[in-house]
């Protein structure tokens, strides 16, 4: 399970900061670790020396240029923060986070990716946007400051929790399951197989897709976004797609395209109209002509 698990550091001015996160993962047996443009040299005496015996995963780490680099294979994306500053986003505590990996990771195609911001500024709000939900370490409100590597040992000690806690249920079943271990369970046949869930790439595909597709039929405006994208892929996002879902979704779009043919307003109204149908949506009052 742990080896599914990627920190994702993203503009790291500090190579200390790089070292001391390596320690850190290492103690708690991360060894996955991105850098998505970091404003520092990676390898460097002091990052070697702050790692502490862990300097193999500054020597290991990928550098990406984009966040979309760094996780393009994850499954579920979580983003370190204290608040979304201009749109509310699914918020989770380090614990929640920790009980929610098992399952998240029961297929073996899923990854995880945990990331966290600039140590002077964090998450910028497109790259928390990116992310499934956020976490949110409750720290001393009059205090709240943590250093990067703090944080994430916080985050890898829950995910190292939550391992040790799998690892002893699967070695030690219960006397429930110990019963019920002989008895004939439901055909498989009459079971939906399990389908992976959709991928950081193929959500970007697809949001890109649907943003398309609503330009083409004049619902969206990329000089007026009023936050659609952004609220769009909150609900997404929170819905945690499956691949096959996610595929029947861009079929619906790739349909629309071809049903509007550039005649789009013809078909749903004036320009006017779709603009005050949009402001509805937006749970704004609808504008008088």
Same mark, same amino acid.
């Not at 769009?232 to 790739?254: A, C, H, K, Q, Y």
């Given at each position: ?46 990052? &070697? ?8 995963? &500054?020597?290991?780490?990928? *550098?990406?240029?984009?966040?979309? $680099?760094? &996780?393009? /294979? ?16 699914? @918020? ?22 945990? *990331?966290?911001?600039?140590? /002077? ?16 370490? =409750? ?33 030690? =079943?219960?006397?429930? $399951? ?5 008895? =004939? ?9 399990? $389908? ?24 969206? /405006? ?6 659609? @994208? ?48 949009? /402001? ?10």
């Amino acid at each position: 399970m742990l080896e599914r698990i990627r920190i994702v550091l993203i503009g790291t001015s500090h190579p200390g900061n790089i070292g001391a996160t390596a320690r850190a993962m290492h103690n708690m047996g991360l060894a996955d670790l991105a850098l998505v443009a970091p404003r520092c040299e990676v390898i460097t005496a002091d990052s &070697v020396s702050r790692a502490s015996g862990a300097d193999a995963l &500054v020597h290991d780490a990928r *550098v990406v240029d984009s966040l979309e $680099q760094a &996780v393009t /294979d994850c499954t579920l994306v979580v983003g370190a923060s204290a608040r979304s500053r201009t749109l509310p986003w699914p @918020m989770i505590t380090p614990r929640e986070l920790g009980e929610r990996l098992p399952a998240e990771l029961a297929t073996p195609e899923a990854r995880i990716a945990l *990331v966290f911001g600039r140590e /002077d500024s964090g998450l910028s709000n497109a790259e928390l946007q990116r992310c499934h939900a956020h976490v949110h370490i =409750p720290t001393n409100p009059d205090f709240s400051s943590l250093n990067l590597a703090a944080a994430v040992q916080v985050l890898a000690y829950e995910c190292r929790l939550a391992w040790l806690a799998q690892a002893q249920t699967q070695n030690k =079943p219960g006397p429930a $399951q110990a019963q019920t271990q002989n008895k =004939p369970g439901p055909a498989q046949d009459d079971e939906e197989e399990a $389908q992976p869930l959709a991928s950081h790439e193929e959500l970007e595909h697809y949001f890109a897709h649907l943003e398309r597709a609503l330009i083409t039929i004049g619902f969206h /405006d990329p000089a007026k976004p009023r936050q659609l @994208m952004a609220r769009l892929r909150r609900v997404t996002l929170r819905s945690r797609p499956e691949r096959m879902e996610l595929n029947i979704l861009r079929g619906i779009l790739s349909a629309t395209e071809k049903a509007a043919g550039g005649q789009a307003l013809g078909a749903r109204g004036s320009e006017p109209e779709l603009q005050r149908e949009h /402001d509805t949506h937006q749970g704004q009052k609808p504008t008088q002509d």
